[in-house]
């Protein structure tokens, strides 16, 4: 086995500039110079936006405001430090900007504890910070999480310890817990006039929502049950809460491989007298269960007396809206595409979201920014074209429409526009470093092929401009595997930075071949939950061979110098891939991915009840049979094995074990740990490193040397 130093992975990248290459190829630390926007917010009042920037692992508060929305940065974290900036807010009065600094937040565990790229013998904190939007010197307000700031622009809640406590804004008291209250609170609803605060507090098996006006009064626990609810909601006049009801844990062990539905309802209920009303139950179906996208339910009391909510079961992550009063939902989205990164007008009238549909037919690879009335199907895709749009926020005035945009070639960066239709104004181009190599991207093509038992599958080929001879090629895998990737930079800084090395391997000479197999988001619920999927059957695996056999056949292609990389999920197919047809797939990068499904199985197994699901053995037989480590013993092509070891989202040791297993059987292997660094190469450097290290691993096991 070899094992990857920075010091040869900095050798390997100054031979690899003595090849001759391309006229076309750049560097891959290039093509990451581009600054990544994200957590687009605006204030209830005035013209205010503001936004994160990660420039090159340096991520900084940046805001603009009407009319001319110049971007000023507002802080000053000029170090590549590992240090994310989340939960992003600009109090109703425009006066304040708040943010957590620290942690993982796309974590599946430890989210909110701190993250040590730079093994720091002080190790950092996650923190609450506050900062005037005129500008100054940012204030500490807790080591916490979760803020939520007051509609008096005043106080800020948030959770420490699972439990919530408040601070004043400016920084200029200390904070205090509100109350002690059993279990793990949060999901923090200030009152419309800030005088209640509505929350959940988990118990485990069941949840309740509560309302805290004032140490001298006992909380109210309303209408508690032996259920679940969550996402509570204020009527706008503050005498109502609605929130969502799902069925509490327990009952006898069902079956580990049929899905069942998983029960919703959506209720109101009245803060003085505790009186019920159950507006709504999802269908009992499939697609009828508590919604897998983003947002979850997305529930709003919104303007005119609605409820507006998110379900999927008509097949499509759709908004409905009803009555206050309940009725029948009204249907507001129609159509085959999907709605997400779902915010609500701070009037309460429209509903602005991103969705993969629009005039052009190869929208339902795109995501463009879409708006609609909360009380009419009239809905309007208000960003048609070629780009890409996400993450929309109205400003306080109801003028200015406030997004993210990119094209294929564009990086990501903020962008204004009139609410209505007007001509979009792109923001901070001028950060974009001039090395940048914008003109060299190449425009992804749409391609579809069948996999065997006849599903459609969505795909992006990525091929070098020019060359008569035939080319290797890779497959892309993303991770999730709830995800799209699309026809230009993606909204997620993960896989914006996966679309930036696949533009630097088309630059070495590669093609490559982006797919998005099912189990994935963007075309349907039953191609997002299709059956027999990971661990219970794999059977997005046969997506992934039938690219590379479709990918085969074309004749620009060299059929037998196909790689295939991906992280996480991606890196658990890339090595199925391997494991299965070494002969079909020449090399891989398997980058922190899982291997062995079993590990969940057992704990199922060992939980100490008598009562186990009636086919748990049948299940974990499944599950091995669904895991790269099963098929080892066909596994002959080399691979790039690479993993953080504070990953935090997929297990350090499952790549462990599948190193101890490939040595034994002498597998052509290298490896390459991340030391202290997450699932999501926090610190800049560190995903240059492994980004360069897949390039060259490539390089060297596909590229023929030239003539």
């Avoid at 209640?196 to 006006?213: E, K, M, N, P, W």
């Avoid at 490559?512 to 997002?528: A, E, P, Q, T, W």
């Avoid at 699901?613 to 094995?641: F, H, M, Q, R, Y």
Wanted: hydrophobic share 35%; aromatic share 10%; proline share 7%.
């Amino acid at each position: 086995m070899k094992k990857i130093t920075l010091l040869g992975l900095l050798s390997a990248c100054l031979f690899i500039r003595q090849v001759p290459m391309q006229a076309q190829s750049f560097s891959l630390e290039a093509v990451k110079t581009y600054p990544f926007p994200s957590d687009m917010t605006s204030s209830a009042q005035g013209a205010r936006i503001a936004w994160v920037f990660n420039e090159q692992g340096k991520r900084n508060v940046y805001v603009a405001e009407g009319p001319e929305f110049t971007p000023r940065r507002l802080t000053s974290y000029m170090q590549d430090d590992g240090q994310e900036i989340s939960s992003l807010s600009i109090s109703d009065d425009g006066k304040w900007v708040v943010y957590v600094r620290g942690g993982d937040h796309g974590s599946n565990w430890d989210d909110n504890v701190a993250v040590n790229v730079n093994s720091s013998p002080t190790p950092p904190v996650v923190q609450i910070w506050s900062v005037p939007f005129a500008g100054g010197e940012p204030k500490a307000v807790a080591e916490a999480d979760e803020p939520v700031i007051s509609p008096k622009s005043d106080n800020v809640a948030f959770v420490k310890g699972g439990q919530i406590w408040t601070a004043p804004i400016s920084g200029s008291g200390p904070a205090k817990a509100l109350f002690q209250a059993r279990g793990s609170n949060g999901s923090i609803s200030w009152s419309p006039d800030g005088s209640q605060l509505a929350f959940v507090c988990d118990r485990g098996d069941h949840s309740f929502i509560g309302v805290y006006t004032s140490a001298e009064t006992p909380i109210r626990w309303l209408a508690p049950s032996f259920s679940k609810d969550r996402s509570p909601k204020w009527s706008p006049d503050g005498k109502q809460l609605v929130f969502v009801r799902t069925a509490g844990s327990g009952g006898a062990p069902d079956s580990l491989l049929t899905r069942v539905h998983t029960p919703w309802a959506v209720w109101t209920v009245d803060v003085s007298s505790g009186a019920t009303r159950k507006l709504w139950t999802a269908p009992k179906t499939l697609r009828g269960s508590t919604p897998a996208t983003n947002g979850g339910f997305n529930l709003h009391w919104a303007g005119k007396d609605r409820i507006t909510f998110l379900s999927s079961h008509d097949n499509w992550p759709h908004l409905y809206s009803i009555p206050a009063t309940g009725g029948t939902p009204l249907l507001l989205t129609p159509g085959s595409f999907m709605a997400e990164h779902i915010s609500l007008s701070h009037d309460g009238n429209w509903l602005l979201f991103s969705a993969n549909t629009g005039p052009d037919k190869d929208d339902l690879n795109r995501r463009h920014v879409v708006r609609v009335p909360v009380d009419k199907a009239a809905m309007e895709v208000l960003t048609p074209g070629a780009g890409l749009e996400w993450t929309p926020a109205i400003t306080g005035d109801g003028a200015t429409l406030a997004l993210i945009s990119a094209t294929s070639q564009r990086p990501p960066l903020p962008t204004v526009m009139p609410f209505g239709k007007g001509t979009p104004k792109v923001l901070g181009q001028n950060l974009i470093p001039a090395e940048f190599p914008q003109g060299q991207l190449v425009t992804p093509k749409p391609v579809t092929f069948k996999s065997p038992d006849g599903m459609t599958i969505h795909a992006q080929l990525f091929e070098p401009a020019g060359g008569t001879g035939k080319k290797p090629a890779i497959i892309y895998v993303h991770g999730g595997p709830s995800r799209q990737m699309l026809l230009g930079w993606n909204y997620s800084d993960y896989y914006a930075n996966a679309y930036a090395i696949n533009q630097h391997l088309v630059s070495m000479g590669f093609a490559v071949l982006s797919v998005n197999y099912r189990l994935g988001i963007g075309y349907g619920y039953d191609f997002h939950m299709a059956p027999a999927g990971g661990e219970d059957g794999a059977s997005e695996y046969q997506d992934v061979k039938a690219a590379a056999v479709w990918l085969a056949q074309q004749p620009q292609i060299q059929a037998d110098q196909i790689g295939i990389y991906g992280g996480s999920y991606g890196g658990y197919l890339t090595a199925m891939a391997l494991a299965r047809d070494s002969k079909l797939f020449a090399a891989g990068v398997d980058i922190h991915g899982v291997h062995d499904w079993t590990a969940r199985r057992a704990s199922d197994k060992a939980a100490g009840r008598f009562e186990r699901a009636p086919d748990l053995e049948l299940a974990g037989k499944i599950g091995w049979e669904s895991s790269p480590v099963s098929s080892v013993k066909g596994w002959t092509s080399p691979v790039l094995i690479i993993h953080g070891d504070d990953d935090r989202n997929v297990q350090f040791n499952q790549s462990t074990d599948l190193v101890q297993r490939l040595e034994k059987q002498n597998v052509p292997m290298e490896t390459l740990v991340i030391v202290n660094d997450t699932h999501h190469w926090m610190k800049h450097v560190n995903s240059l490193t492994v980004g360069n290290a897949t390039a060259n691993f490539f390089k060297r096991r596909l590229l023929k040397p030239r003539q």
